[in-house]
């Protein structure tokens, strides 16, 4: 399997929109750097935070987030550059738990950035690659300098914080990997998988559909599938989501509907439809035409031998 389509696996059923999910963390960390500048200063005023250094990445970060709305903010883009952007804020955060000597302001600072980064980081040698760096800088920090026992707590805290994202992160990683084995099996089966959202949105064709039907799966999302004149009929009609949420009537849950190929030929296709615990609606389809031709053939020997 791709790793185009295991992203796409992953994006859309777990994390539900990637690019929402970044957004949403450069936004954070936009509003919580402007919100500093004012809460340090009236809270805190003996940590030391070097101010042209959180206004540089702010305003990185607020670029980033704005230039995500243009074209030329393409996935690859996105994803190289929103983790170099999270290694900057990462590598800031340490900075600041370190010369203030993990001041429990800085170490939240820098538990919550670790706890963002793993929406952006997708392999776990990385996450402990970063954990270990993290540690030994920190260790390193209280080499021959007087420390408080506030500042070993914090310390603390922050390890607790990495070895719990660990083991999420580790959990996340176990069903990202399930639900890509999963759609393998549906390629390799060839079986067509597709699932629409609340709004009657399709947010996910399994790539199998390309060699059932020689559509690409990209196009048919959002509304290309009922866009498109000959699926359009081929499943659960966008009215009947969109109406009745959350409900599947019994004569949806099964049925066979007949759909063209993007060369003009006509596939039957069986479908077993259900409802997710979110709302989604989920269509596992097979592809019966054979057996339809078949059954077909075998009515009208039957009808010829009566005669």
């Given at each position: 399997?791709?790793?185009?389509?295991?992203?796409?696996?992953?994006?859309?059923?777990?994390?539900?929109?990637?690019?929402?999910?970044?957004?949403?963390?450069?936004?954070?960390?936009?509003?919580?750097?402007?919100?500093?500048?004012?809460?340090?200063?009236?809270?805190?005023?003996?940590?030391?935070?070097?101010?042209?250094?959180?206004?540089?990445?702010?305003?990185?970060?607020?670029?980033?987030?704005?230039?995500?709305?243009?074209?030329?903010?393409?996935?690859?883009?996105?994803?190289?550059?929103?983790?170099?952007?999270?290694?900057?804020?990462?590598?800031?955060?340490?900075?600041?738990?370190?010369?203030?000597?993990?001041?429990?302001?800085?170490?939240?600072?820098?538990?919550?950035?670790?706890?963002?980064?793993?929406?952006?980081?997708?392999?776990?040698a990385l996450y402990i690659i970063q954990s270990v760096a993290i540690i030994l800088f920190s260790l390193a920090l209280f080499q021959g300098k007087p420390?408080?026992?506030?500042?070993?707590?914090?310390?603390?805290?922050?390890?607790?914080?990495?070895?719990?994202?660990?083991?999420?992160?580790?959990?996340?990683?176990?069903?990202?990997?399930?639900?890509?084995?999963?759609?393998?099996?549906?390629?390799?089966?060839?079986?067509?998988?597709?699932?629409?959202?609340?709004?009657?949105?399709?947010?996910?064709?399994?790539?199998?559909?390309?060699?059932?039907?020689?559509?690409?799966?990209?196009?048919?999302?959002?509304?290309?599938?009922?866009?498109?004149?000959?699926?359009?009929?081929?499943?659960?009609?966008?009215?009947?989501?969109?109406?009745?949420?959350?409900?599947?009537?019994e004569e949806l849950r099964e049925n066979e509907r007949s759909v063209e190929?993007?060369?003009?030929?006509?596939?039957?296709?069986?479908?077993?439809?259900?409802?997710?615990?979110?709302?989604?609606?989920?269509?596992?389809?097979?592809?019966?035409?054979?057996?339809?031709?078949?059954?077909?053939?075998?009515?009208?020997?039957?009808?010829?031998?009566?005669?």
């Open positions: 399997m791709s790793e185009s389509s295991k992203r796409n696996v992953i994006t859309q059923l777990v994390l539900g929109q990637s690019l929402r999910s970044i957004r949403l963390l450069a936004g954070v960390v936009v509003v919580t750097y402007v919100s500093l500048f004012w809460v340090l200063s009236q809270f805190a005023p003996e940590i030391v935070d070097p101010l042209w250094i959180r206004a540089a990445i702010t305003a990185m970060v607020g670029i980033f987030f704005i230039s995500t709305y243009f074209s030329y903010g393409s996935p690859r883009y996105i994803a190289y550059v929103s983790l170099s952007l999270y290694f900057l804020v990462l590598g800031h955060s340490l900075y600041l738990a370190l010369i203030n000597q993990f001041h429990p302001t800085t170490a939240t600072l820098l538990i919550l950035t670790i706890g963002g980064g793993t929406v952006l980081i997708n392999h776990m420390y408080t026992n506030a500042d070993i707590i914090s310390f603390t805290n922050v390890v607790i914080a990495i070895g719990v994202f660990g083991i999420v992160f580790l959990m996340r990683i176990k069903l990202t990997e399930k639900l890509s084995f999963s759609d393998s099996l549906f390629s390799k089966l060839n079986v067509l998988t597709i699932i629409a959202n609340k709004s009657g949105e399709v947010i996910f064709v399994s790539p199998s559909i390309n060699s059932m039907l020689g559509y690409n799966a990209s196009k048919l999302l959002k509304t290309g599938w009922w866009q498109n004149e000959n699926l359009t009929d081929g499943w659960i009609r966008q009215e009947d989501i969109r109406n009745y949420p959350n409900i599947l009537p190929t993007a060369e003009g030929k006509t596939v039957w296709l069986k479908w077993t439809n259900s409802i997710l615990p979110n709302g989604n609606y989920v269509g596992v389809a097979a592809d019966v035409t054979d057996y339809k031709n078949i059954r077909a053939e075998l009515e009208i020997y039957k009808f010829k031998e009566s005669q």
